[in-house]
């Protein structure tokens, strides 16, 4: 249970980072904004539930990899840059929460 907690609590902050960021970029739609943040704990939840035995870096990119890919989805309809923006910071993203969760917390699956 603290794995989970840890792992979408981590997510929700780093969907407000990934906000955060796009608002600096000058992105200001509200419902892309709202589906990054749940994208994100989406991302925390999937990680903290996860009892896939694999080395916790590739763990995280690939969960992130995965779980974000329908919000990159909805990006392509602003270009092939948006959707490869989205889908590396999903990457990224997953890779920090499971690096937060199993190797800062040592909250193991």
Same mark, same amino acid.
């Given at each position: 249970?603290?794995? *989970? &907690?840890? @792992?979408? /609590?981590?997510? #929700? $902050?780093?969907? $407000?980072?990934?906000?955060? %960021?796009?608002? =600096?970029?000058?992105? &200001?739609?509200? &419902? ?12 925390? +939840? @999937? ?12 763990? %995280?990119? $690939?969960? %992130?990899? /995965? !779980?974000?890919?329908? *919000?990159?989805?909805?990006?392509? =309809?602003?270009? !092939?840059?948006? #959707? *490869?923006? +989205?889908? *590396? @910071?999903? /990457?990224?993203?997953? #890779? ?7 190797? /800062? +917390?040592?909250?193991?699956?």
């Amino acid at each position: 249970m603290k794995r *989970l &907690w840890i @792992a979408i /609590i981590v997510g #929700f $902050l780093t969907g $407000l980072l990934c906000v955060w %960021g796009a608002s =600096q970029r000058g992105i &200001w739609d509200t &419902w892309m904004l709202v589906s990054a943040v749940a994208n994100r704990t989406l991302i925390g +939840f @999937a990680i903290g539930m996860s009892r896939f035995k694999m080395h916790w870096a590739l763990h %995280g990119a $690939l969960i %992130g990899a /995965i !779980f974000g890919l329908p *919000l990159s989805l909805a990006a392509l =309809q602003s270009g !092939f840059a948006s #959707f *490869l923006a +989205f889908e *590396l @910071a999903s /990457i990224v993203y997953g #890779f920090v929460v499971e690096l937060v969760t199993a190797v /800062i +917390f040592k909250a193991k699956p």
